[in-house]
């Protein structure tokens, strides 16, 4: 069905009457009495005058509604790549990165491109390097970064998840006494790299089986660096592996280190600091340095899509 079946209340409430599931994403029902928003197909039954109807997640959320559980309208894809990145809580993103050094985006991939990029992981004329990871004290595993150019859904993740990063990456670089002059688009961003010498992509997919793991570390791979970077699981927790958490750890000035585990569902993306960002102190503004990893795998296999967009030397 068109979308503009669905312009009107009357049509919208039909829809929600008969649980139709083409009407999932084309409109989000707000349940005033329990304060959730739901797609059209939930099985909860609530009466119509306690129904609003708003366009997007986004809308729902911004009145001060939370997801259902039961019909999950968070975990919905719904609209092209693009949309989808446009869609996120980027004001929400920006504080968690400046208060923990990590943002939920959501769920940016559906089922279909999470088994496309699998799959892409044996095609080898993809890649332009693999690495062992017990070869170089990294952990156990292996993973591998993708050559130019880049397939579709790899460069769009990266050029258009770049965007809206760069006033952050910006904000961070000036308070920690850098220059605030990243440019928002990527690929002049790919040029200032390979002017400081770093022309070799970074965005890789890492695979990891039963008793592998991943050692906290940075990926810095030069003197250009993008203070943020994007990871998506590619795998179902539970399903297709277990153990496996994402692990983050934050060392301030004179403070023992914290530790955070994100937990992330099936094409979920979290986006997190590469190495340093700004905190406010009693004495003013102070580096917090982050590291990330990946716990071991207890059961299964477990794949990730790594999106980083400085370049490597």
């Not at 959501?106 to 044996?122: F, K």
């Not at 791979?221 to 699981?233: D, K, V």
Request: hydrophobic letters at 40%; proline letters at 4%; charged letters at 25%.
């Amino acid at each position: 069905m068109e979308s503009r079946e669905f312009t009107g209340d009357e049509a919208r409430w039909r829809a929600v009457s008969m649980r139709d599931r083409t009407a999932d994403g084309r409109f989000y029902t707000c349940v005033t009495t329990t304060g959730v928003y739901c797609l059209a197909s939930c099985a909860g039954r609530p009466l119509r005058r306690h129904v609003r109807f708003v366009d997007s997640r986004r809308q729902a959320e911004d009145a001060g509604f939370r997801a259902c559980k039961r019909c999950r309208p968070e975990r919905l894809i719904a609209g092209s790549l693009a949309q989808r990145i446009a869609a996120i809580d980027w004001a929400g993103a920006e504080k968690a990165l400046d208060s923990c050094g990590f943002a939920h985006l959501g769920r940016l991939l559906g089922d279909d491109e999470m088994a496309a990029l699998r799959a892409s992981y044996e095609r080898n004329e993809l890649f332009r390097s693999k690495v062992e990871m017990k070869n170089f004290g990294f952990g156990a595993g292996e993973y591998k970064y993708f050559a130019d150019p880049l397939p579709e859904i790899v460069r769009v993740l990266r050029e258009t998840l770049f965007s809206p990063l760069v006033p952050i990456a910006n904000r961070w670089r000036a308070a920690l006494g850098g220059a605030a002059d990243i440019p928002v688009d990527h690929r002049a961003y790919r040029a200032r790299c390979a002017a400081a010498g770093q022309n070799r992509p970074t965005p890789l997919m890492l695979s990891y089986g039963p008793g592998d793991y991943n050692r906290l570390h940075q990926d810095l791979y030069g003197n250009e660096i993008f203070p943020i970077q994007i990871a998506i699981l590619l795998s179902n927790p539970g399903k297709d592996f277990d153990g496996g958490e994402f692990a983050l750890t934050e060392q301030r000035p004179r403070m023992q280190s914290r530790a955070h585990v994100a937990h992330l569902y099936s094409g979920d993306a979290l986006a997190f600091c590469v190495n340093d960002r700004p905190v406010a102190g009693l004495r003013g503004v102070y580096r917090a340095k982050m590291r990330h990893g990946v716990s071991t795998i207890v059961r299964g296999r477990r794949m990730a899509l790594g999106v980083i967009f400085h370049d490597a030397v």
